[in-house]
């Protein structure tokens, strides 16, 4: 068979965002077959079993397909877009005049395949002085993105493929990917007698059969293994003093404090054998070929923040990072950008941070510009005088997918003024004043800012495989429309850089380079991009604009691993624009920068150094001689992981459960010895219940579990309508569970993973 008639883009059930090739049907709208794409040049051909099934994303049966009006008796009804965009435009200024554009909230933005669209909203944020936004990044990262702002000034990432000592910790690639070819990596580590893969994971999870050694922690008590691990190098000679010693500052506090933690009565309160903590105390201690990848089992759980800060010194206590195989600070489009205005935290003598920016009622600790998911119901439900009055939210579900669904719906109800964009009917846009349609990630052109990937980091920009679907629009002509209607710039104003713009890239350069002098034009650059580079671009690649202004930084921060990548410019104007060129003309992929080990880019500015010491993590590093773990009770003494990431299971991407070729939608994990003591027995109907809900299950009995715990799939109990169009429910909704509070202290992100649960049989 030949590859004619396919066509390339990317897989969007992930985050790892595949390169695929994929056939259309007559019509040219059916996805028929989908292959691993060859020429993406970091997936090169991979796909996981999920891949086939995109059809199901693009041709949902409650796709969208026309702005939608809330009526009087609370159904909805069709609106044109020019009635759609007047009036959402005149109740948020309503809102802005009676109580300020700060009460307005924006929420998502992006999802796993689709950042494109959201890059133009924060024009239209800027329009309407909103100052508070969120998304799902704020109920899983924000704990990494505080810690490993602090310490390393920036995110990291592991080389996989070839580090010599992999470890990951509350994460399951083999079933969530996140690594680029996961399965071929996790695979070539395990097979391989000189390399070492080391799983934390109470259960012995897909990823833990495969590793040579297997931490069985119990749920939620990593923090404990971890510093075990910690205070046995230290111990006995294993951290390598010298490499902190010239890398970095405020080491000897850390170092003292793990000199005296008490590793056997740490590792034995994780469940963990004393000498598996030696074994890999041992490995760590030997090398500085060191990947740590960590996620949602801990970041989801007890403890979160301290565990990503604890992990941190896992690989740079043996001095593992900067270097060859070793971890580095991640370089992508955004991260460019956000280097170049982040303003690094104001930090005390003690190693504490102060002056941060925090939320209007609560007073919630804001990360990286994002306020944490777990807060938002309390800043509208509450008579505070700054509580939120409306919100726009794009491109997420959160009523389905952030913790306590009863509490969001409340308070979403509460709002004065709700307006979703989505593709399809979502649990959200439900309870929405106005919804709008848009296009879906194969009607138009997409693209994720998560690769993360070093030392060559790429950059995927797709092409529309098809035309929209009628009634539909993409994001940024939604959102430039919205900035016309709340009337920003006068007719006119942009056409000196438009008429630039047509005369080619280094004409529109030269021209943008004085304009951006103009604070109007840097606050809007989005929009004035798509409105003015936008018309230009070929094949209707409008959308594409955003990405001039992010190459352009990309290009001025890290010159020289733009070029090591094959793109070329003698200044940065020329750089940037050959960049933008090159990804607009490879629509499987572009590697964009080539980083070298030791690269000075690696090395927070401006001291050059890593800030070991975090006062608050300290504190919390005491705290853990308390040995205190949220308590099972009589009441509930099970675990339940609410929201597991399994063969089938697509965030709420997917919402036709015909998608799923295994899988129970409504399965719930349980050890049989668990169920056996309960009286239950495989296949058995129960009643899962927390303190904020119940949920009827039907059992599969699991060994790989640790006993007294339970799990249950993510992103299920969707709403979808049946062939007649009625709409059925179907498994359960993790988050009918899952309690608001249950949060970490730090950072507001919930604890899916550590849910207090128990089971009852239904006789
Ligand atoms: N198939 C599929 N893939 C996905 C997604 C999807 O919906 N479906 N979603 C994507 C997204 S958004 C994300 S964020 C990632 C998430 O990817 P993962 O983090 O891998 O997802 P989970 O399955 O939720 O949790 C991972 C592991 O944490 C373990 N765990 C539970 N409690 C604990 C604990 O106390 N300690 C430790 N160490 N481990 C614990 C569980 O047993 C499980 O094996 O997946 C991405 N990939
Ligand atoms: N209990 C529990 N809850 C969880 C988790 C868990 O493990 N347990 N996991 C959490 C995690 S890690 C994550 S990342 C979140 C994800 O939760 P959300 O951020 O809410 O994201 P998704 O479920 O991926 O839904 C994305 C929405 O985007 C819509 N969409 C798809 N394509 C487009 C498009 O092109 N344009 C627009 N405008 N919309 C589009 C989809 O229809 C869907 O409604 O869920 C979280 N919720
Ligand atoms: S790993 Fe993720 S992006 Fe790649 S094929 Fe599987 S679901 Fe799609
Ligand atoms: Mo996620």
Redesign the pocket.
Known sequence: MTNQNFKPTAC?ICYANCGVIVQLDETGRQIVKVRGDKSHPVSRGYICNKAARLNY?QNGRDRLASPLRRKDDGSFEPVDWDTAIKEIADEFSRIRESYGGDKIMYY?GG????HL?GSYSGSVQKALGMKYRS???A??KTGKAWTSNRVLGGGWHGDFEVCDVAIIVGKNPWQSNGIQRARVVIRNISKDPDRTLIVMDPRVSETAELADIHLAVKPGSDVWCITAILGYMVQNGLANLDWLQVHTTGYERVLEQLASADVEGYAAFAGIDIVQIIQVATLLGGTNRIGVYED?GVE?APYSTLCTYLNILLFLIPGGYGNEGGMHLTTGLVSAAASGGARPADIDEEGYEYGYRVTPVTGARIINGLMPCNSIPEEILSDHPDRFRAMLI?????I????DSQKFRKAFEALEFLVV????M?E?AMVADYVLP????YE?Y?ATFFPTEFPENFFHLRKPLMAPKQGTLE?AEMHARLVEALKVFEPGELTPLAEAARQGLDAFAEAMLPAMEDRKIRTYLPYVLYRTLGPTLADGAASAASLWGLCLLLSMSYPNAVRAAGHEGSSSLTLGNSLFQAILDNPSGVIILKQAAGDASQWRKPDGKLHLLMGEMSDEIDYLAKYRLPTRTDKFPLILS????RLYT????I?DPEWMKSNNPTSLFVHPDDASGLGIEESARANLVTKRGRAEVVVELDHRLQRGTVALP??LGLLYPDKDGLNEIFGVA??DL?DIDDRDPWVGT?W??FVRARLEAIR
């Open positions: 969007n994303y998502g999802g796993q395949g689709n669209g998304n799902a990044i109920q899983e949602l989801m794009e491109s997420a579900n959160p389905h997918s952030l913790a964009i989505d593709v399809a979502t959200t848009a296009s879906s990630q138009k997409e994001e609410a929201g597991e990431r697509a965030n709420t991407l919402r993510n992103g993790p988050n899952t919930p899916h993973k």
